[in-house]
């Protein structure tokens, strides 16, 4: 039996096999795959003459469809924690929502010429529910692959990786077939279909057969008022779901306002699709360091450096000469240094705050504590659009112009680099204080690995009483 002050297992066997993390990740590539056109690719697509939907139908239809998605994240991380088989969690409930969101995909990208509202609304809210039973299971899979504070940001770190690889990849399928000869836009987005499919369907499985997944000891499941209290008062849940909003405020607007920016206030219009990926490449390239950091210094701290690190090159962005292609790559690379960083580390974060969860709900539940952090990043990305165009609309800004004013330029060049510098810096101002570093995550383990040895002997677990804080209790023996 587990005595308090030990962790069952020592740093090198909670240590995941690289065989295994290639396993775990892979699916992070099609996912993200499927992401990226869904966001830049397919409103388009559907109010073009070759699908033949209105404007305002289109837009209607992804708007209310991306808000009802919001609400299925938490209804699948409730069941995925609940769905207790002889094959685990995680693994049944991703089985059967990888080919409903393969079959989705494919519906929703090959609509196969003009389709009305029914069509669109069906399977595109099908692709999302299989989306939500695919992500959810995933995401909270990994942070019960090793219960030691560094591993998990190696585990979301390398998954980080996979999942701007995806966005990266996906990009440059359009590339090749314009380079090809081939324009026709229903082309090209079956082709991103293929493509995700393609990379989903093994890597799904090689992930099922090839990771393993932890016993459950504990309950699965806590009341509504223990869970909201949690939600509501728990330093560490609030903060990271804070910044989480934020920085996919951060990373929406920034996005949004991308090509406006290279195509017009750098006059950089050929070269747009190079520098975005530029952006991700470096984004990849540079998360094993963002990785060693936080293995260095802990991961708010690294947080707080990408922060950091970002308004340091800002000025750079304000900087770059018009038409000035090789100084745009330079800045754009830079800036990119920090791109991958926040998304791996606040998920790395939250797994230690499934551990404070655990502890004072006695529940293992991290499927439930990614759904919210899916739900803040959804309303996050579901309104940056909104922040991003409102301020460009306010400035005067308008994307018809055939000339823009040198002001209206100069504005669109602010709105890119400043509004994205406000909401980091409201982000740095949540992790400022984050309470869960490494001896603190090390108490909540030792708290839960005591537990877990002694649930099948007595009811000491159910019993105990915990403090709110991230902080334990005091226990007696």
């Known amino acids: 039996m587990l005595r308090p002050g030990r962790l069952e297992g020592s740093p090198e066997n909670m240590r995941v096999s690289w065989l295994r993390l290639l396993a775990y990740i892979f699916p992070s590539l ?3 795959a499927v992401g990226m056109p869904l966001v830049v690719h397919l409103p388009q697509f559907y109010a073009s003459r070759e699908v033949g939907l209105s404007l305002a139908i289109t837009g209607t239809i992804f708007a209310l469809c991306r808000i009802a998605d919001v609400f299925i994240d938490p209804v699948m991380g409730y069941f995925s924690d609940q769905w207790r088989t002889r094959f685990g969690r995680r693994r049944p409930m991703m089985a059967v929502g990888a080919p409903l969101l393969a079959l989705g995909i494919w519906m929703v990208f090959v609509p196969g010429g003009h389709v009305g509202t029914p069509h669109l609304v069906f399977w595109l809210m099908l692709m999302y529910v299989g989306w939500s039973m695919t992500v959810i299971p995933h995401l909270s899979w990994g942070s019960e692959l090793s219960p030691d504070y560094h591993e998990r940001s190696r585990i979301y770190g390398w998954s980080q990786a996979s999942t701007v690889a995806g966005m990266t ?20 987005i079956m082709a991103m279909a293929i493509f995700a499919i393609g990379m989903l369907v093994p890597s799904v499985l090689l992930c099922l057969a090839a990771v393993p997944e932890p016993e459950v000891r504990l309950h699965t499941r806590a009341g509504l008022w223990p869970t909201l209290k949690f939600i509501v008062k728990n330093r560490a849940m609030r903060r990271v779901m804070a910044v989480d909003f934020f920085e996919a405020l951060n990373q929406g607007a920034r996005g949004a306002t991308f090509f406006f920016f290279a195509n017009l206030a750098l006059s950089l219009q050929k ?7 530029v952006y991700f490449v470096m984004g990849v390239a540079c998360i094993p360091l963002w990785i060693v950091l936080s293995r260095r210094i802990g991961k708010h701290r690294a947080l707080i450096a990408a922060y950091v690190y970002g308004f340091a090159v800002a000025p750079l962005l304000l ?3 018009a038409g000035n292609f090789g100084f745009a790559v330079l800045v754009i690379a830079l800036s990119g240094v920090s791109y991958g960083a926040p998304a791996f580390l606040i998920r790395s974060m939250m797994a230690d705050v499934a551990d404070a969860d655990a502890v004072e709900n006695n529940a293992e539940r991290a499927g439930l504590m990614y759904s919210f952090l899916a739900l803040t990043s959804k309303l996050g990305l579901g309104w940056s659009v909104f922040i991003a ?6 400035l005067g800004f308008d994307p018809k112009m055939a000339h823009p004013a040198p002001a209206v330029l100069e504005n669109l060049r602010l709105v890119y680099v400043l509004v994205p510098v406000v909401l980091a810096f409201v982000c740095l101002l949540f992790v400022v204080g984050y309470p869960i570093d490494e001896r603190e995550q090390r108490r909540l383990r030792e708290e839960i690995e005591y537990r877990r040895a002694v649930s099948g002997d007595s009811d000491i677990a159910i019993c105990e009483t915990v403090s709110a804080s991230p902080g334990l209790a005091p226990r007696t023996d």
């Open 319 to 321: 900087l770059a000469p």
């Open 389 to 394: 165009f409102g301020t460009l609309a306010l």
């Open 169 to 188: 990849l996906v990009l440059i399928v359009p590339a090749i077939l314009e380079g090809a000869g081939v324009s026709e836009r229903a082309v090209q």
């Open 30 to 32: 099609p996912l993200a």
């Open 271 to 277: 070269y747009a699709n190079t520098l975005l990926l």
